[in-house]
């Protein structure tokens, strides 16, 4: 079921796709955006008001504005002090994750020209979650609250490298052996994870490594924002500047060679980034199914293909998705709550499918 | 005719010296039924121990009656059968050597027969913070979880508990095993009749009688001590990279229910073990906290939540009652979570228990018989 995302033209179709910005482009990416934005912004008021604890929503508004510097907040310590040290950290990497999923989805079915990638295709996630794993099973989570994700971003960063090595085996970098590449080492790792939690007989270890993989926003802390923040917007910025560039490489990497892209230079790029930003995200939250499958998708039916326009729309849907997600896992169970990966796929993959038989004709599918 | 004269005065002598024989000999057989008359009065003497034994007390096999999957309650002779879910199993002979499956039901074995008839152990089982027959395991012959590995050590009976998984009591008894599938409770009480069942399977009916009679001796002394009045909300959770809080229907929430308390999770609607946020501990509210995990990851998380502004007025948080707890007490579907009831009844109620001190269960062979 392959798609070739380069032309299905929904929104615009490859009109003025190659070209440099023009009013067009900035037109659709800033309507997209305020849309998004403020959709986002209510977002983070409905999503700092709610919760297990029950805080009125004058006094998280009043917080909210404090926070910013526009009056003084009504809400009690305690009130604050969930607002400020718990819930806000929550949401916004809950938006830094669902934006480096959503971009670096839109990266990855773009390079690879078929809409059933994702931000996992060439193994990233399955390192994170061997890395996640090693601490978890070695105890070194339990030393310090950071070793946990610098262990999976490690572990994606191997497991990217590994794939790359594979790739360009030969002294030629091919885009078939990459995904395959991907896949095997994704295969691979995957037997190490689940070997680890069928051969340890410490039930807790089993428990925390299957909980880590079902994907989660709880133990977010300002300090886990702190560091993915600088990783996932840096990405996304790289990844928007060369977006025009991987509009002509749709076209074909002959034809992009042909009008002066550096095709080597501009796909190391775009895979080196879009698995950075997913290492970042998986390293904090887990593997959180669907986000980067489902978001460009949903998004380039709506602005069309031109990733110029696409990814940047992407990563807002994809963190306003996930804030709307990880809100939702908060509450639906309250005071328990839902790993947030369970949700995107139960809430996901209907609206997938709903997508998929409503344009199938669209998507030439 | 002087012949005959003196025959008959010989036959005359015989039988009067017949007569007289027989005479004494009525004296002899008289004798003993004389003596008893004599000791029948013993205790007005003054040495009545060494002439009478006293009567042995034996188990009150009365309490076997109530285990429904005893099909012949008035049968302590051999064979005998049980009916669990995997139907109907009988022994012929009290079992030499016994597996068993899960950790909460070795560790009633362990109390009730030579440790040695336990054809094996699980790696787990030495886990000295989540195992209470940690050092009894140390040493013993151990194995991995492949079903396997269970029928090459033949076991006369195999134990499995309502978590073992269907496929893997199926292949056993698929390999000719005998397989009693048994309960386990979270409720102290509640396993009364489990620990009854697993003595009678293998005999050791004295052992379980005093055994169930040791717990209902501990937990009448804690209902006696507890005191009346409000009840404080206790919240058991554990923090395994996400926060878990233990909910009704959890071995946790039976322990609080027992010891005194509410649980608090349970009484803000979560069963079972399902995961929290800290937000969710603040709106909890509970009055005591409780950390039954590994001591290394606990310390680390009962800083977390004392040092967590979210939860400055969380009564547990602002009176210093977050408490480190022993989990093998905790989360044990044995016996042994009596000694948890026991450990927080002391925790939430130190006047009421000031002074008390209880001990740890036995192993056998201190139950009962099991030490001729």
Request: charged share 15%.
């Amino acid at each position: 079921m392959l798609v070739f995302v380069g032309g299905d033209g929904a929104g615009g179709g490859s009109s003025g796709v190659s070209g440099p910005p023009s009013g067009s482009v900035l037109k659709r990416v800033g309507g997209g955006a305020l849309v998004l934005g403020a959709a986002t912004i209510v977002m983070v008021i409905v999503a700092s008001a709610v919760g297990p604890f029950n805080i009125p929503i004058s006094h998280t508004v009043s917080t909210l504005l404090d926070l910013i510097g526009i009056g003084d907040s009504a809400a009690k310590p305690t009130e604050r002090a969930i607002i400020q040290s718990i819930r806000l950290p929550r949401i916004f990497l809950a938006f830094l994750v669902g934006s480096a999923l959503g971009i670096s989805g839109g990266i990855m079915q773009g390079l690879f020209r078929n809409s059933m990638a994702d931000p996992g295709i060439i193994g990233v996630s399955s390192g994170g979650a061997t890395g996640a794993v090693a601490a978890i099973a070695s105890g070194a989570s339990t030393v310090s609250t950071l070793f946990l994700p610098l262990f999976a971003f490690i572990g994606s960063g191997v497991a990217m490298a590994a794939v790359f090595l594979i790739a360009s085996t030969g002294g030629r970098f091919s885009m078939m052996t990459l995904l395959l590449g991907g896949i095997a080492v994704g295969s691979f790792l995957g037997a190490i994870t689940t070997a680890t939690i069928v051969l340890t007989d410490n039930l807790s270890v089993q428990r925390q490594i299957i909980f880590w993989i079902a994907g989660g926003m709880d133990t977010a802390r300002w300090e886990s924002v702190r560091i993915a923040a600088p990783i996932i917007v840096t990405g996304a910025l790289i990844a928007v500047f060369v977006a025009r560039d991987l509009n002509l490489l749709l076209v074909g990497e002959d034809e992009a060679r042909a009008l002066g892209v550096r095709v080597t230079l501009v796909r190391n790029t775009l895979l080196v980034t879009a698995s950075l930003i997913t290492g970042a995200a998986v390293a904090f939250s887990g593997i959180i199914a669907f986000v980067g499958l489902i978001v460009p998708h949903v998004v380039r039916l709506v602005v069309g293909a031109d990733h110029r326009v696409l990814l940047p729309l992407s990563a807002l849907a994809g963190g306003l998705f996930l804030l709307i997600a990880d809100t939702a896992a908060r509450v639906v169970l309250s005071p328990a709550e839902l790993r947030v990966g369970i949700l995107t796929a139960l809430i996901g993959a209907p609206f997938f499918i709903y997508l998929l038989v409503r344009n199938r004709t669209r998507l030439s599918i | 005719m002087k012949y005959s004269m003196r025959f008959v005065l010989m036959v005359l002598a015989v039988v009067v010296i017949a007569a007289f024989a027989a005479c004494a000999e009525g004296d002899v057989e008289v004798a003993p039924t004389v003596a008893p008359t004599a000791t029948a009065e013993p205790t007005a003497t003054a040495t009545p121990e060494p002439t009478v034994e006293p009567t042995p007390v034996g188990p009150d096999l009365s309490r076997f009656a109530d285990v429904p999957e005893i099909v012949d309650p008035t049968n302590y002779g051999w064979p005998r059968s049980v009916e669990t879910t995997e139907g109907v199993i009988t022994l012929d002979a009290p079992p030499e050597k016994i597996h068993s499956l899960s950790l909460g039901h070795t560790e009633i074995l362990a109390a009730l027969m030579d440790f040695e008839r336990l054809s094996a152990v699980y790696s787990f089982f030495v886990d000295e913070e989540q195992s209470n027959i940690a050092g009894l395991s140390a040493d013993h012959n151990m194995i991995g979880f492949d079903p396997e590995e269970v029928v090459a050590l033949e076991p006369d009976v195999i134990v499995a508990s309502r978590f073992t998984n269907a496929d893997t009591v199926a292949l056993l008894n698929g390999a000719g095993n005998l397989v009693v599938r048994a309960a386990l409770e979270n409720s102290a009480l509640g396993n009364v009749p489990n620990i009854l069942l697993i003595g009678y399977l293998i005999g050791a009916e004295a052992e379980a009688v005093a055994l169930v009679e040791d717990i209902e001796a501990r937990m009448e002394v804690i209902s006696d001590l507890l005191p009346g009045g409000d009840k404080p909300r206790v919240l058991s959770i554990s923090k395994f990279t996400s926060v878990f809080a233990a909910g009704s229907g959890s071995t946790e929430g039976g322990i609080i229910e027992q010891a005194g308390g509410i649980n608090a999770a349970a009484d803000s609607g979560i069963e079972g073990h399902l995961q929290v946020s800290v937000e969710s501990i603040a709106a909890i509210n509970p009055d005591v906290i409780i950390v039954p995990q590994p001591l290394e990851g606990a310390d680390l998380f009962i800083e977390e939540l004392v040092s967590n502004a979210a939860l400055a007025d969380v009564p547990a948080v602002k009176n210093g009652e977050v408490h480190y707890v022993l989990p093998k007490y905790h989360t044990t579907l044995s016996h042994w979570n009596v000694r948890g009831i026991e450990q927080l009844a002391g925790l939430l109620y130190p006047e009421a228990f000031a002074g008390v001190t209880f001990e740890d269960f036995s192993s056998w062979p201190d139950y009962g018989v099991g030490s001729e």
